[in-house]
């Protein structure tokens, strides 16, 4: 048989559906030491916390790179994603900085000469009740804690204390810093990164091997604080792999994709439109939630913290014929990107997760594979 034949019968991928999510841009610092000669506003005209302009520029680079990988499946509407934001203002102007570097005016869409620029439509909700995009949803909060002193107890973290114990005692004598919880480990490295990114003099005891070895201990002990147990993968991560999975199932029949799977996850009935008639998903996040993922999938080994803008991707495919009708199950493939500086996305493969004899992971096999992480439907 031909090859043109075999390519015919087994029919060509088509990209029928794109979800995105990323951390913020770079940042000031949230947490600093009292013995920090730079822990002064005069040092950040943002406020700390905020986005700066190093974060607005690397956020709208993200968004220039998403449109250059996808041009062939984007169109110069913004109107074909749905972007939602975590409800703190890095992530909303983060939001806003990757859809203007995807999306740059058409001459349909410009409206002011001066500004070659088009609002985005970015939702949000409350911080309390946002159980997708924020580690501070108000019932997740204590289970968390719960969770990390449970942790706190357990020989890999026993071990992280041991090996760190000259590193933690330079930082909290030099910085006024503490290390009172696993997350310490990751907010002190991180304010040391920032003041440095940011060409601030570091001192002299700051060299590139402490350095390396900080950032080794940040991402063990973040890893471990974001999704280190079932229950807390569940909780930072069980609503949102939900969402993801029906917005592909729903994407599936507006696509008029083959139905040939057969689950028995519950699709929404009365799903709005923004889910409906999006065939494009970008949610800003933080870093927590990232490495949550990344924990749940078994997708980070070795452990990574995040880094500013690091992006997960998913896309969703259907083969189809020389008609372009599809002939396969819907199947999707998984992207991370840790640096974005880069521009190269790395495909991730989930450890023990069954393929077809396409050697693809179809939707059916990835709700199995999350399955035990979703929520429970009522009784």
Not at 92 to 100: D, G, M
Request: hydrophobic share 35%; aromatic share 10%; charged share 30%.
């Amino acid at each position: 048989m031909a090859t043109t034949e075999i390519a015919i019968k087994n029919g060509k991928p088509k990209l029928i559906w794109l979800f995105f999510m990323h951390r913020h841009g770079d940042r000031s610092p949230l947490n600093m030491g009292s013995k920090d000669k730079y822990n002064d506003l005069k040092y950040w005209p943002e406020g700390f916390g905020n986005l700066d302009n190093p974060g607005r520029l690397r956020m709208y680079k993200l968004g220039k790179f998403i449109r250059r990988k996808y041009e062939h499946f984007l169109t110069d509407s913004f109107r074909e994603v749905y972007s939602r934001s975590s409800d703190v203002e890095r992530c909303i102007e983060s939001s806003n900085a990757v859809l203007a570097g995807m999306y740059p005016p058409s001459d349909r869409f410009k409206w002011y000469n001066e500004l070659p620029w088009t609002p985005p439509a970015v939702h949000t909700c409350p911080v309390k009740d946002d159980y997708l995009l924020n580690e501070a949803a108000t019932e997740a909060v204590p289970i968390i804690q719960e969770e990390i002193s449970l942790l706190e107890k357990s020989e890999t973290v026993k071990k992280l204390y041991e090996e760190s114990v000259e590193e933690r005692k330079m930082i909290e004598q030099e910085l006024g810093c503490d290390y009172d919880s696993l997350c310490k480990f990751h907010s002190n490295y991180t304010t040391l990164d920032i003041e440095e990114r940011n060409g601030l003099e570091m001192p002299a005891w700051y060299n590139p091997e402490l350095k390396k070895k900080l950032y080794k201990y940040s991402a063990l002990a973040f890893a471990l604080a974001g999704g280190g147990t079932e229950r807390m993968q569940q909780v930072r991560c069980g609503r949102l792999f939900e969402d993801i999975i029906q917005r592909m199932q729903l994407a599936s029949t507006t696509a008029q994709a083959k139905r040939t799977e057969k689950s028995d996850f519950q699709q929404p009935t009365n799903a709005p439109s923004e889910i409906k008639d999006r065939k494009v998903v970008h949610y800003s996040t933080h870093d927590c939630i990232v490495s949550a993922v990344l924990e749940s999938l078994h997708i980070n080994s070795p452990p990574v913290s995040p880094g500013f803008g690091a992006t997960l991707f998913i896309e969703l495919y259907v083969d189809v014929d020389e008609n372009d009708q599809p002939i396969s199950e819907k199947y999707l493939k998984i992207l991370y990107m840790d640096d974005t500086e880069s521009e190269v996305p790395v495909e991730k493969v989930l450890p023990g997760c069954k393929l077809n004899d396409k050697s693809q992971l179809t939707l059916n096999a990835f709700v199995d594979y999350v399955r035990h992480l979703l929520p429970k439907p009522p009784n």
